[in-house]
């Protein structure tokens, strides 16, 4: 089975590489407007420290490598540019990865962030693996206890994740849940969606480690 998923990720990928004109014209950043999800994943953790000790770390640019390379396959973290942003109406609605900066001391901030994952079609066969690249800004309304993580990829997945933190137990521990909309190529599409799903249970399931 798992052989099975394998080889159909692996021919996605060589039916990819040769459809890579009409990928390159895709990625022309056309984000948000031909952004049409097509995977998606909702999960939450509770952590046992109070919102204002997690939102440093999971809700600004302050713990934004630390927590991304929790997924296994995440490396090569680098951090870009801070700005801000401005937005009409709420964060959790809005797609600011592509907008223009905003002046200084306006809008929500924002970090701009690089890394590669690299996905092992058969394990042991390295000269297989897949090595994505991903682009994406985070941005954060401390106000509201609500942030925006988006990526694109040369694989062309594109990904939009909103996080909330609610503070539970009377202050003591912090609710961080996630929503997850994503879009992939067609073919890869029942793969990415459950392998998605997976992926971001595993990581949130590690955030706790990032306060001990
Ligand atoms: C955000 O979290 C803080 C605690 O750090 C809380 O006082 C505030 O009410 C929260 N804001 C909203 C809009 O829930
Ligand atoms: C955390 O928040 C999510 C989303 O609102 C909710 O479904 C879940 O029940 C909450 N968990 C706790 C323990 O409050």
Not at 50 to 77: K, Y
């Amino acid at each position: 089975m798992k052989f099975l998923a394998a080889s159909a990720l692996l021919s996605s990928f060589i039916l990819s590489a040769n459809c890579r004109v009409v990928d390159l014209s895709l990625r022309q950043d056309s984000y948000p407007a031909d952004f049409k999800p097509n995977f998606d994943s909702v999960f939450s953790v509770v952590i046992q420290k109070p919102l204002s000790t997690v939102f440093p770390i999971l809700g600004t640019n302050q713990g934004l490598g630390a927590h991304i390379l929790l997924e296994s396959i995440a490396s090569d973290f680098e951090e870009g540019a801070a700005d801000s942003v401005n937005v009409d109406g709420n964060l959790e609605d809005a797609f600011v990865r592509t907008a223009a900066a905003a002046p200084a001391g306006q809008g929500f901030p924002r970090q701009h962030f690089s890394y590669i994952e690299t996905i092992k079609i058969i394990p042991g066969l390295s000269f297989l693996d897949v090595v994505v690249h991903l682009d994406g800004t985070y941005t954060w309304d401390e106000a509201r206890n609500i942030t925006l993580y988006e990526t694109s990829s040369d694989k062309s997945v594109v990904v939009r994740k909103v996080r909330r933190f609610e503070e539970i137990d009377g202050g003591a521990a912090t609710n961080v849940s996630e929503i997850i909309n994503g879009q992939c190529p067609f073919l890869e599409q029942p793969i990415t969606q459950s392998q998605a799903r997976t992926a971001h249970q595993a990581q949130m399931n590690l955030y706790h480690t990032l306060f001990e």
